[in-house]
């Protein structure tokens, strides 16, 4: 995945790519599981951003959970309206590739996809994942809400204990939205053949690698 562009420096919106405002165009169900792949979701459903390296690899961490009605990939974080994959990967849309993920919270908690995010992936590697590097690979949160936003942070803290126990640096996830006066940034989605793309294609690519730390859970929170 990682083939466009080395570029760790992060652009500015000066000079970010224009984009354009037609949005990409999808399918309407998911691969997998054939829930809906756009809003509007079914109610009670609530979604959240997860950016951990290539995403291909990343959206089938969160679709093969229990309590998670639908996934998919996608790009937000930076400048460009509506991006391309191509565009993306030179470093010069500002986005990271990220997850989409509607989820049912009586059936799974937001902690409990933290939990998946955290151990899946290397969030002290910088603009990188592995191979993976630029700033399109970054590690981020983006929240929907405030409650959202104590739980990222919070589970964030406990994290990097671990990691620390393990001997590893500190965190660099970036993690924007559900804070006041904080916006969520907007998921534009990617192209079609990146939806599911594992699912497609099973010998596909994937560069998640975990750091073997576990992320505790807050008490109460079922396992």
Excluded at 35 to 62: D, I, K, N, S
Excluded at 114 to 129: C, G, I, M, S, Y
Excluded at 164 to 177: F, L, N, P, Q, V
Aim: hydrophobic share 30%; glycine share 12%; proline share 6%.
């Amino acid at each position: 995945m990682g083939w466009f562009s080395k570029s760790v420096a992060m652009v500015d919106r000066q000079r970010a790519l224009p984009g354009r405002n037609e949005r990409m165009t999808v399918p309407s169900s998911h691969y997998v599981n054939g829930a809906r792949l756009t809003a509007p979701w079914p109610e009670g459903v609530q979604v959240a951003q997860f950016a951990m390296g290539c995403f291909w690899g990343a959206e089938r961490e969160f679709w093969e959970q229990e309590g998670v009605y639908s996934t998919a990939v996608g790009y937000a974080g930076g400048f460009t309206p509506n991006p391309t994959y191509r565009e993306t990967c030179t470093g010069d849309t500002g986005h990271t590739e990220i997850v989409l993920v509607a989820y049912e919270p009586s059936k799974i908690s937001y902690e409990r996809l933290l939990k998946v995010f955290w151990e899946a992936h290397d969030p002290t590697q910088l603009n990188r994942q592995g191979n993976d590097v630029g700033t399109q690979y970054r590690s981020a949160l983006y929240c929907y809400s405030p409650e959202q936003r104590a739980a990222a942070d919070q589970s964030r803290a406990r994290f990097q204990a671990a990691l620390s126990a393990k001997g590893y640096g500190e965190i660099t996830t970036e993690i924007r939205g559900g804070a006041p006066g904080e916006e969520t940034p907007e998921f534009f989605y990617a192209e079609e053949y990146h939806q599911q793309y594992l699912a497609k294609n099973p010998g596909g690519y994937c560069g998640l690698a975990g750091t073997g730390a576990s992320c505790p859970l807050p008490t109460g929170v079922e396992a």
